[in-house]
């Protein structure tokens, strides 16, 4: 949520901070869209500018014309509102009363009300509704009495309760950016006569791909040669802390798609099989699977997409390693955290690996002794850093904020490493774990191929639905999750309400709602006869109540009586009916959003990494 990013540059090594401001920023804006602000140092006079309003960074770029500016230093926000409406006032960079303080910051203040008392009362003068508008009055306030701005930063920040990622900009230091970290993430990402922080990896990319990932309750600054990084009043060595990440520009760009989603989407067959090398050629799954084998109780969570991963995974553990896993949706895990024990292991799945609810429940299960596997796809993150082992994914930076191929290459690092389990536990031998193994080598191969039988289908069936306003999508066994899954997708994207059940559970409530013409999307993954039956049965009991029934899945299903339109995927053995599957699905969101003119990059209300509860 709210993507922020500074920059501080000896004019050597970049002429104008402006265009990275930019350029970064826009990189960021999948992490919030409601307002967009610059802050910055002109390069001709030295004084602090600050262009903001509401909307998206484009309209406030041009609105401003904020690249005609020249600056040295500055930061910039692009805003997921919490505090205060999304207009110009509440938008970032916010300052304090001199003009000479600016301050962008992702998180959530929780004490802001007391402070702006405090504040007030000492003569400041508010103009927004925000939490983080304290902060720059708070700077303001302490720099009467500290002679160097550092001490009045820290004792700023050890006035904030909360979640922070704070940079700072004062005009009387023009080259020096001061930032801190609680729960939000923050990088810093290393140059030469430039550094840069900022909320995530693809915003940096443009410049450097050295990065240090800060840890909590860590703070400093950065100058152009500089990096000072302080953690309790101490001074602490980053040098060794720097990682270069493996991402290139072109991975967090369109490359001629019109959209990150799309592009996602059509990356699956690549990144499936990046993830696949990476992991067979690593001790990651293994590592991680030996950790499973020596608990009592497995969990697995996460959020959204993450979790229906984890679902994926409690399937095949079950149908291969025979062992049970618990799965829960992070946000919920104080009903869970009580089971939480020196016995118990933890899956935490989460793509970005900073999602505020998984690592809530990851430090409360680590807390009680439980260990930690994550698995993610942003390196270093902080939930591979507090995990106590890492199994990650090769997706490369996911921009387009529905999650795509994050999700099947999660689906794919899981169910290795259920296999994996399965073997050490026994229940596959060592030849048939290499040819399981061998299948998924498939993977990708197998979603490329879905993705090119299925597209005409996929838009004859958008001109069917594009007009609905609800649609179920059923399944049984391995196509509950998957249609969990597809659900999610078509509802953030085309904001046409679409709800998955268990194809059984239909019966018990949803069933109500089927009129003539209610359109309902059947997954069918998993190939046995006995489950061809069931979701025959659910078919004619939609299809008697009027409904219009869509197929997805093994050829098998798309024969059933009582359906309407069907997308085959083959037949394909059980292993890989979610990369057949899945693309199809995220298609068919895809293009409902774009028929419908929705841009599927930035659905409304939504951010891609959410870091508040
Ligand atoms: O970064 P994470 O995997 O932890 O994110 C979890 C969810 O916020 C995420 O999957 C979200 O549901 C997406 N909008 C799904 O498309």
Redesign the pocket.
Do not use: D, F, M
């Given at each position: 949520m709210c993507g922020i990013v500074g920059i501080t540059a000896d004019h050597e090594a970049l002429a104008n901070a402006i265009d990275y401001l930019v350029n970064g920023l826009k990189r960021l804006e999948y992490r919030g869209y409601d307002s967009a602000g610059f802050g910055f140092i002109e390069c001709r006079t030295g004084r602090l500018i600050v262009l903001k309003d509401k909307g998206k960074i484009d309209e406030v770029v041009e609105k401003y014309n904020v690249t005609s500016y020249c600056g040295v230093a500055g930061i910039a926000h692009t805003r997921w509102a919490t505090h205060g409406a999304p207009n110009k006032a509440n938008a970032h960079p916010h300052v304090d009363c001199s003009g000479k303080v600016a301050v962008v910051h992702n998180g959530i203040i929780k004490n802001f009300v007391e402070l702006r008392e405090f504040l007030e009362e000492r003569g400041h003068v508010f103009k927004s509704d925000t939490d983080t508008e304290v902060i720059a009055h708070l700077f303001e306030e302490f720099l009467k009495t500290e002679r160097d701005p550092f001490e009045a930063f820290k004792k700023t920040i050890s006035m904030l309760e909360g979640a922070y990622a704070i940079v700072l900009l004062y005009a009387d230091q023009p080259l020096r950016l001061y930032f801190a970290r609680k729960v939000s993430p923050l990088i810093i990402g290393v140059g030469r006569g430039f550094n840069i922080v900022s909320s995530d990896i693809p915003s940096i990319l443009p410049l450097t791909r050295n990065i240090i990932a800060l840890r909590d309750d860590e703070y400093g600054y950065i100058e152009p040669y500089m990096v000072y990084i302080e953690y309790k009043g101490q001074k602490t060595s980053w040098r060794q802390r720097i990682t270069t990440v493996t991402w290139s520009v072109e991975d967090a760009e369109k490359a001629g798609y019109p959209h990150f989603m799309l592009k996602e989407i059509m990356e699956q067959p690549r990144v499936l099989y990046e993830t696949f090398t990476g992991l067979t050629s690593s001790n990651e799954v293994y590592d991680a699977a030996r950790l499973i084998n020596e608990a009592d109780y497995v969990f697995v969570t996460?959020?959204?997409?993450?979790y229906h991963a984890g679902l994926v995974f409690a399937y095949y553990m079950s149908r291969l390693a025979r062992t049970p896993v618990i799965p829960f949706i992070s946000s919920e895990y104080k009903s869970y955290e009580s089971l939480a024990s020196e016995k118990a292991v933890l899956i935490a799945v989460?793509?970005?690996g900073e999602?505020i609810d998984?690592l809530q429940a990851l430090r409360a299960f680590k807390a009680k002794g439980a260990r930690i596997i994550a698995v993610s796809n942003v390196i270093a993150s902080t939930i591979p850093r507090e995990s106590d082992s890492v199994v990650y994914t090769r997706a490369g930076p996911e921009i387009g904020?529905?999650?795509t191929k994050t999700f099947l290459t999660q689906v794919l690092a899981l169910t290795m490493m259920a296999m994996q389990l399965a073997n050490m536990r026994g229940y596959i031998s060592d030849g048939e774990y290499k040819d399981m193994v061998e299948l998924l080598s498939r993977a990708g191969r197998v979603a490329g191929e879905g993705i090119n039988a299925s597209t005409r289908e996929v838009e004859r069936l958008v001109d069917a639905l594009k007009k609905k306003h609800s649609i179920y999508v059923l399944g049984r066994g391995l196509g509950v999750p998957l249609a969990y899954e597809a659900a999610?997708?078509i509802k953030?994207v085309s904001y046409i309400h679409a709800e998955a059940y268990p194809a059984g559970e239909s019966k018990h409530g949803p069933i109500a709602l089927i009129e003539k013409g209610f359109p309902v999307i059947f997954v069918g993954a998993e190939p046995g006869e006995d489950y061809l039956e069931m979701i025959q049965g659910n078919i004619l009991e939609m299809k008697a109540r009027g409904a219009f029934t869509i197929v997805v899945g093994h050829d098998a299903y798309t024969k059933l009586e009582g359906v309407d339109y069907a997308i085959g995927i083959g037949e394909q053995p059980v292993i890989l009916a979610p990369y057949a599957i899945i693309p199809p699905l995220q298609l068919l969101a895809y293009k409902l959003a774009v028929s419908l003119g929705y841009d599927p990059d930035k659905p409304r209300n939504?951010a891609k990494?959410?870091t508040v509860e």
């Open positions: 996460g959020a959204g997409t993450s989460s793509q970005s999602t998984t904020v529905a999650a999610l997708k953030e939504l990494t959410v």
